[in-house]
């Protein structure tokens, strides 16, 4: 049979499927699509707008005001972006008003493109977030600001809030007689994705040198360093209530305060993850972190190198437990106290309880000073549970120092599948690896050896399993 022609099999196709001879339906179809895209034109969402570009000034402060004004004319939910580079600046001639260079009332993005703001005289912060709104910040610096005897030299925040920032830097900023030297948040939404707080400060009788926190926060590989408080303590964070996650490699490093150097939690729950507390010093206790929150948990995280320096009774240079802590697969090593009657060089007990497990390491502190005792752990009036934890290579130094590894008083303490080994502390008195006034919980699969001058002997109670 002869193979049907193209034209022929298309015209009855179309005959087949309309009905309809073929001009006419080709009317009909650019009538439809008339009709559509008319009627798309009333529901398709418009498409957001071009972001606002805001020029630069080689003066700082017309550059300042230029941005001052597109935010002041910013419909809610546009884009600016700054000039890459460019130093906007602000003075007491040409902020918003009597505190703030920059109020954000509205939803707003700033893209900065690693432009700076600025103080560069006057009494000012650089940037307020009110009235609920919403700032979202990329690649952008803000620097020198100081409102004086008000909280958030750099940024401050309104409850209800949201500061979302990628690649923030904070430096260089401070109060006076108040609180927040780089950022203080008021029960706000605070995410902030790497980035840095650096070298900002408090005056020298208040605290949370580089941020002041409350509400829910987010610390996604940010590095806070070198800021510094004073006599109220908190030289890197202070997290006043509401919930804080550090991780992603977050670092609180060269924070210097009379208490909690690194960071204070005193909110419901902080939880640090994959991150490092590392070389913070304090004039008072609480060197790495001082915690204080409902629970504060640290997972595969290491605090290390902190130290608090006080003639007398230093304590927690690594972590100062205050309020139920968890420790899981975390490393508190190479902690320092210095001065007489040091208490905990790893990690000092007051009265709550420490969970430490999943091969945790609490090792290689020092307690340097005369009469010092828990090299690794000092537990007063708390408790302790270890599994599949180390406490070893610790060290108590100085005239009628003792207990290296653990010192436990007035306290609940049990050790499983967990080692107390290799302490040091001086010939006398003993004993080097634990001392305690009441018995273990258990001691059930852990070693206690190697301790020097002896492992338990001469303390009070001896724990069960311990020998020598």
Not at 99 to 114: F, M, P, R, S
Not at 134 to 144: E, G, K, S
């Amino acid at each position: 049979m002869a193979r049907r022609s193209s034209a022929a099999h298309h015209t009855r196709q179309e005959t087949r499927s309309t009905g309809a001879p073929r001009a006419v339906r080709q009317r009909a179809a650019a009538l439809t699509l008339t009709l559509a895209v008319s009627g798309l034109a009333g529901t398709m969402p418009a498409h957001a707008a071009a972001p606002t570009p805001v020029g630069c000034n080689a003066d700082p402060i017309a550059a300042g005001t230029l941005l001052k004004t597109a935010i002041s004319t910013a419909s809610p939910g546009d884009t600016l972006s700054l000039a890459s580079y460019c130093v906007y600046g602000y003075d007491d001639s040409n902020k918003t008003d009597a505190t703030n260079a920059l109020v954000i009332d509205k939803n707003l993005t700033i893209t900065g493109n690693h432009a700076t703001l600025k103080r560069t005289a006057g009494t000012l912060r650089l940037i307020h977030l009110t009235n609920t709104s919403t700032l979202t910040l990329d690649t952008l610096a803000v620097i020198n600001g100081n409102p004086g005897n008000d909280n958030g030299g750099g940024i401050s925040t309104d409850a209800g809030t949201t500061l979302t920032a990628t690649n923030l830097i904070l430096q260089g900023n401070a109060v006076g007689s108040a609180a927040g030297g780089g950022l203080y948040s008021v029960d706000s939404t605070i995410t902030l994705t790497g980035g840095t707080i650096k070298d900002n400060r408090t005056g020298p009788a208040t605290f949370a040198g580089g941020a002041y926190l409350s509400g829910t926060v987010f610390f996604h590989g940010v590095t806070v360093t070198g800021n510094r408080a004073g006599a109220s303590g908190d030289g890197g964070i202070y997290q006043s209530d509401g919930d804080l996650t550090i991780d992603q490699n977050s670092v609180i490093s060269n924070n210097t305060a009379a208490y909690a150097a690194g960071i204070e939690t005193a909110g419901d729950s902080v939880t640090i993850i994959n991150s490092r507390i590392t070389n913070n010093t304090a004039t008072e206790n609480g060197g790495g972190i001082y915690a204080g929150a409902n629970t504060t948990i640290l997972i595969d995280s290491l605090v290390s190198g902190n130290t608090v320096t006080k003639s007398d009774t230093p304590q927690g240079a690594g972590i100062f437990v205050g309020d139920p802590t968890t420790l899981s697969g975390t490393t508190v090593s190479n902690n320092k106290l210095i001065g007489q009657n040091g208490q905990g060089a790893g990690i000092y007990i007051s009265g709550s309880p420490l969970t430490a497990v999943s091969s945790s390491v609490i090792s290689g502190n020092l307690a340097s000073g005369q009469y010092s005792t828990g090299g690794g752990i000092h537990a007063d009036s708390g408790s302790a549970f270890l599994q599949n934890t180390s406490v070893n290579a610790n060290k108590v130094s100085g005239t009628g120092s003792f207990a290296a590894g653990i010192y436990s008083t007035n306290s609940s303490f049990s050790l499983l599948n967990s080692t107390v080994n290799n302490n040091t502390a001086p010939s006398t008195p003993a004993p080097g690896g634990i001392w305690t006034d009441s018995q273990f919980g258990t001691t059930a699969g852990s070693t206690i050896t190697g301790n020097t001058p002896t492992n338990c002997l001469l303390s009070p109670v001896i724990p069960t399993g311990c020998i020598g």
